[in-house]
Structures are given as C-alpha cells and as structure tokens.
Nanobody, 120 residues
Framework: VQLVESGGGLVQPGESLRLSCVAS????????MFWVRQAPGKEFEWIST???????YYADSVKGRFTISRDNAKNTMYLQMNSLKPEDTAVYYC????????????????WGQGTQVTVS
C-alpha cells in the first residue's frame, strides 16, 4: 500500500491550494479515504472523509472552504482548499485507515508521508 501526497506549499491568507493523493497497492475505489492534518505542536485532526460512493464529510473548521473529491479511474483523491487561513498551517496526510482512540486520531495503518501547507 502506498499513498503519495503532493500540492502543498507556502501561500498567503485567502489564497487556495489543491492537494492530491495518489494511491497504489490496493483497490482504491473500495475504500473510504480521509484527509488528516497536524499543526505544529498539536494532535492529529481529522478534516474530511469521502466514501466509495462519494459521500463527503467535513470538520467544522474547514466546512465551506475545503472540498474533498476523488477520481477512482486515476486512483487519486484531492483536497481543494480555498480561503486559507494561518490556522490551516499543518502537515496534511492522506489516510486510508483512520483509527480514533479516546477521541484522538492515531497514526496507524495506511498513511501517506504528508505534505506541508503553510499559510502566512
């Protein structure tokens, strides 16, 4: 299983970025997928989910600004991030296996290496 994120970078507040995650080694369209982020000095934060049937869910912190999508033909998931804020600064991870214990996201299972997003 391999998940490879790209598209991070340094942007100014109010600008946009689109993250991509290319998946391999498993049947991508059979899995719900997640985006998780970790800001400096903070715990992992779930921000979005997309199911195999394209139902989407968002954390309140990004609802209305971020859009998750997927292209099963390309084994790729996306996160369109608009109206970025300094508090969106974090490493963003593409995740297949989301584990939550005691209300905290645990980094286990299939995760990408992460891509840095800095809003400043």
């Amino acid at each position: 299983v391999q998940l490879v994120e790209s598209g991070g970078g340094l942007v100014q507040p109010g600008e946009s970025l689109r993250l991509s995650c290319v998946a391999s080694g498993f049947t991508f369209n059979n899995y719900r997928m997640f985006w998780v982020r970790q800001a400096p000095g903070k715990e992992f934060e779930w921000i979005s989910t997309i199911t195999s049937t394209l139902t989407t869910y968002y954390a309140d912190s990004v609802k209305g600004r971020f859009t998750i999508s997927r292209d099963n033909a390309k084994n790729t998931m996306y996160l369109q991030m608009n109206s970025l804020k300094p508090e969106d600064t974090a490493v963003y991870y593409c995740v297949r296996d989301l584990t939550v214990k005691g209300g905290q996201v645990q980094k286990s299972g299939a995760w990408g290496q992460g891509t840095q997003v800095t809003v400043s």
